[in-house]
């Protein structure tokens, strides 16, 4: 019996819980500290992370109107917006 693993299996669910948070830059630096660590030491999460990140890089991309049509622009935009409202 360990608590230990119990501990590891806690940071990865925080740890994926605060990636979109993390990749948007809206963390504060001591969580965003916290998860850069986590990800240094856990193998599963980094590969994870290395997804989400991809993704968000390809939608951000996506959303620089000179490199993609404006009707695929608009809607993403108006998928952000109906998603946070
Ligand atoms: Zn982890």
Same mark, same amino acid.
Request: hydrophobic fraction near 40%; charge should be negative; glycine fraction near 0%.
């Given at each position: 019996?360990?608590?230990?693993?119990?501990? /590891?299996?806690?940071? &990865?669910?925080?740890?994926? /819980? $605060?990636? @979109?948070?993390?990749?948007?830059? /809206?963390?504060?630096?001591?969580?965003?500290?916290?998860? *850069? @660590?986590?990800?240094?030491? &856990?193998?599963? &999460?980094?590969?994870?992370?290395?997804?989400? $990140?991809?993704?968000?890089?390809?939608?951000? *991309?996506?959303?620089?109107?000179?490199?993609?049509?404006?009707?695929?622009? $608009?809607?993403?935009? *108006?998928? $952000?917006?109906? *998603?946070?409202?």
């Amino acid at each position: 019996m360990s608590s230990h693993d119990h501990d /590891e299996l806690d940071e &990865c669910v925080r740890a994926l /819980e $605060s990636v @979109h948070a993390f990749l948007h830059n /809206e963390l504060l630096e001591a969580d965003a500290d916290m998860i *850069r @660590h986590h990800l240094h030491a &856990c193998e599963r &999460c980094m590969e994870n992370f290395e997804i989400e $990140s991809t993704i968000t890089e390809m939608i951000q *991309r996506s959303q620089v109107p000179a490199a993609a049509p404006v009707t695929l622009t $608009s809607r993403i935009t *108006r998928l $952000s917006v109906r *998603r946070r409202a």
